[in-house]
């Protein structure tokens, strides 16, 4: 009896090995392979655009993405909810940055080559004037306190200041040599303009329309953006390498934070607070933790990233790839929803053509990325499925189970 009982129950634990030395493998594969969600800032989709484009800005009344075009001389207009291109409108002459007037609906878009700015409804999204501004207008920003674009004439010295109501100039203001960007801070209501000649930042005051403080930052800045959660500028120094902090409070620089190669522009995230960073000759976005003031995050996007955009809407940001002709679609690591480890590709063409207004050829002052050296730098999140330790060794334990099953096997048999 002892011996019938004994071989019944080796029988058992051999069936018992067998069944977990092939289901445990298959779930654990299984795990490997499924969907992550992951767990840094992510590229997620790519949209195909028109050639060299540089500047992006959001609506947020219509939820669309409108991508400036320097070569072709249009503006791309992609569905944030869908990512998918939906039209094309075209402007002036070499479209540089772009800005959003939440007042009238309307994005105003900086025609280096035509020395004007196109103004789009978004509502219908076609060109309803044309604003005659400085040489090579490049940068754009809205004053949300007094309902005026300001406009950073490149070639002029100078900032033209169009009033929101009746797309006309009222004002112009000399500034510091080369200006190309412009920010807005909502707190004390001044202007600051990147001069790249300069390496300063020239403050206008909105309410009298006068330069108050120049401050010195990097070497030639590129982009500005402001940050309301802790009154900060971030100036990105396209041949510093570094983005400098300037408080708002005290038009002075209170820190330098070291990214990467050709920074071109910069935008705030408010939901996580991050800022993010475009490096052209890097191709990547450098994100800087608003709060430390510390790069915690780097991600590859395509060649010569120039302009960027937060989607307050869907919580992604938007940089448009220079010489790759595209725009990456960065899903910060706070908003990252479950996906494919490898990116999807928009290269839906644009329904439409609309309002013809100029010239197609583009003239701009900007260093392309294509013949850099540069290699890329790595990402954070380069779509690989997470291997957590946890997982390594669940595997090891299956091993074992599989190799005990087989000297179990080889044992001696009770009779």
């Known amino acids: 009896m002892r011996s019938i009982s004994a071989?019944?129950?080796?029988?058992?634990?051999?069936?018992?090995?067998?069944?977990?030395?092939?289901?445990?493998?298959?779930?654990?594969?299984?795990?490997?392979?499924?969907?992550?969600?992951?767990?840094?800032?992510?590229?997620?989709?790519?949209?195909?655009?028109?050639?060299?484009?540089?500047?992006?800005?959001?609506?947020?009344?219509?939820?669309?993405?409108?991508?400036?075009?320097?070569?072709?001389?249009?503006?791309?207009?992609?569905?944030?909810?869908?990512?998918?291109?939906?039209?094309?409108?075209?402007?002036?002459?070499?479209?540089?940055?772009?800005?959003?007037?939440?007042?009238?609906?309307?994005?105003?878009?900086?025609?280096?080559?035509?020395?004007?700015?196109?103004?789009?409804?978004?509502?219908?999204?076609?060109?309803?004037?044309?604003?005659?501004?400085?040489?090579?207008?490049?940068?754009?920003?809205?004053?949300?306190?007094?309902?005026?674009?300001?406009?950073?004439?490149?070639?002029?010295?100078?900032?033209?200041?169009?009033?929101?109501?009746?797309?006309?100039v009222v004002a112009t203001v000399t500034v510091g040599v080369y200006p190309i960007a412009v920010a807005f801070d909502q707190t004390n209501g001044h202007l600051y303009v990147g001069n790249e000649g300069s390496g300063t930042l020239s403050v206008i005051d909105g309410s009298t329309n006068a330069v108050v403080a120049n401050v010195t930052v990097g070497t030639n800045p590129e982009g500005i953006a402001f940050d309301p959660t802790n009154g900060n500028l971030y100036v990105a120094n396209k041949g510093s390498g570094t983005v400098s902090i300037v408080s708002g409070s005290t038009n002075s620089v209170i820190a330098n934070v070291t990214v990467g190669s050709q920074p071109y522009a910069v935008t705030f995230d408010s939901t996580n607070g991050n800022l993010y960073v475009t490096n052209s000759y890097s191709r990547s976005v450098s994100v800087i933790d608003g709060s430390t003031s510390t790069v915690v995050s780097t991600v590859s996007v395509g060649i010569g990233p120039d302009g960027a955009a937060f989607d307050s809407t869907n919580g992604d940001i938007y940089v448009a790839n220079y010489s790759s002709n595209s725009v990456s679609v960065v899903t910060p690591s706070s908003t990252s929803s479950t996906t494919s480890a490898t990116p999807t590709t928009t290269s839906t063409q644009p329904t439409t053509s609309i309002q013809p207004t100029t010239s197609n050829t583009a003239t701009t002052s900007l260093t392309t990325a294509a013949s850099s050296t540069s290699s890329s730098t790595s990402s954070t999140t380069s779509g690989i499925p997470e291997f957590p330790a946890e997982l390594g060794l669940a595997l090891l334990v299956a091993l074992a189970i599989v190799v005990a099953y087989v000297f179990a096997r080889r044992g001696p048999k009770i009779k």
Request: no cysteine.
């Open 7 to 168: 071989r019944s129950s080796r029988l058992a634990s051999g069936r018992l090995f067998g069944v977990l030395s092939v289901t445990i493998p298959l779930v654990l594969l299984l795990a490997l392979l499924a969907p992550k969600v992951s767990l840094a800032d992510s590229v997620t989709s790519t949209v195909t655009v028109g050639a060299n484009p540089e500047g992006v800005a959001f609506d947020p009344t219509n939820g669309n993405l409108y991508v400036a075009n320097s070569g072709a001389g249009t503006v791309s207009v992609i569905d944030g909810s869908t990512n998918i291109l939906v039209t094309t409108v075209t402007v002036g002459s070499g479209p540089d940055r772009i800005a959003f007037d939440p007042t009238n609906g309307n994005l105003y878009v900086a025609n280096y080559g035509s020395g004007t700015v196109s103004v789009i409804a978004g509502s219908t999204n076609t060109v309803v004037a044309n604003v005659t501004v400085g040489t090579n207008p490049e940068g754009v920003a809205f004053d949300s306190t007094n309902g005026h674009l300001y406009v950073a004439n490149f070639g002029a010295g100078t900032v033209s200041v169009i009033d929101g109501s009746s797309n006309t």
